[in-house]
């Protein structure tokens, strides 16, 4: 590993870039079409036609986010600093990410992750999985409001949850990516009806808003659990809804019943593989199953 002063930040730096055939749009020469609402683009060198990632900045996202974000679907062989193109070093430190165009420098290598998010893209996406009711009445019995916006759910006491949604961390179909990966060995807590496999266990849910629920899904916004559980925004769709860079309600952190910060940690991934890779993956189109309060009425009587 070489210090940091053996690196020269006044040359160009043309690290070898490494990603799968399939997976080349993601790292070269590849403009942000997907995410035309970025401001902040990151390039493996000075001709700015290796495109490695980039994002739109949120309230809360600081220069070590970034650092951590990079970490996420790039493997480096050595030590590796980002730089303005002004030619400015940023630290790896709390100050707040500033929008423009950066630089990875390092004597090594790059490696871009080939990993597939995996995106609820088609109808069929859906046909997998049953959502169990005993998901949905354990979060919102445990919850019992908006763990990203702390909107209490008022009318809870009297049956309605008609703007609340019982939302799933790790998709309820791709249940059996779930268990191919071993998530299921973090659970603690099973769900209450014993058939329900354990993806239904309300430590991989959590009460939303509508709005939120859609958004999470969508993965527009997510929750590191590495930066003391902020909530980090990828979209300006997210403006107005008082989130960003906010974090968890130590009360929701404190319960036993909470979702398993292994669990957190993927959505966070997915975030990042979807939104600030490469030129990023479109969520257009994205297929949502009908809200779960529409469950607790019996449409026969209409």
């Known amino acids: 590993m070489l210090p940091f002063s053996s690196i020269d930040f006044n040359r160009p730096v043309s690290p070898t870039v490494a990603a799968p055939i399939e997976q080349d749009r993601l790292a070269r020469g590849a403009p942000p079409s997907c995410h035309t609402w970025r401001n902040a683009n990151i390039y493996d060198s000075d001709r700015k036609d290796n495109l490695i990632g980039g994002l739109w900045i949120a309230e809360g996202i600081t220069n070590a986010n970034l650092y951590s974000m990079l970490e996420i679907f790039c493997t480096f062989n050595d030590t590796f600093y980002l730089r303005h193109f002004s030619g400015q070093l940023v630290k790896r430190d709390q100050n707040?990410?500033?929008?423009?165009?950066y630089l990875i420098a390092t004597n090594g290598s790059i490696t871009v992750?080939?990993?597939i998010p995996l995106l609820r893209n088609s109808p069929g996406s859906l046909q997998a999985g049953i959502r169990s009711e005993s998901?949905?009445?354990a979060v919102r019995e445990r919850d019992r409001r908006c763990i990203l916006s702390d909107r209490l759910a008022l009318m809870a006491r009297y049956g309605y949850w008609d703007s609340f949604e019982a939302t799933y961390i790790f998709p309820l179909e791709y249940e059996e990516n779930?268990?191919?990966?071993?998530?299921r060995?973090?659970?603690?807590?099973?769900?209450?009806?014993?058939?329900?496999?354990?993806?239904?266990?309300?430590q991989n849910g959590i009460l939303l808003d509508l709005t939120e629920s859609i958004l999470f899904t969508s993965h527009q916004v997510s929750i590191d659990p590495d930066d003391n559980y902020?909530?980090?925004?990828?979209?300006?769709d997210t403006i107005g809804l008082n989130l960003a860079?906010?974090?968890?309600?130590?009360?929701?952190?404190?319960?036993?019943?909470?979702?398993v910060d292994?669990?957190?940690r993927w959505h966070f991934r997915q975030a990042v593989l979807i939104h600030v890779r490469g030129a990023g993956e479109s969520a257009i189109g994205m297929y949502f199953p009908k809200p779960s309060c529409l469950d607790d009425y019996d449409w026969s009587e209409c």
């Open 245 to 259: 860079g906010r974090h968890l309600d130590q009360r929701f952190l404190e319960d036993p019943l909470r979702p």
């Open 230 to 236: 902020k909530i980090v925004c990828f979209t300006p």
């Open 262 to 264: 292994q669990v957190l």
């Open 135 to 137: 998901f949905r009445d």
């Open 178 to 183: 779930w268990n191919d990966l071993g998530y």
């Open 96 to 101: 707040p990410l500033q929008p423009g165009d």
């Open 185 to 202: 060995n973090w659970i603690t807590v099973p769900p209450a009806t014993k058939s329900d496999g354990s993806i239904n266990s309300p």
């Open 113 to 115: 992750t080939h990993e």
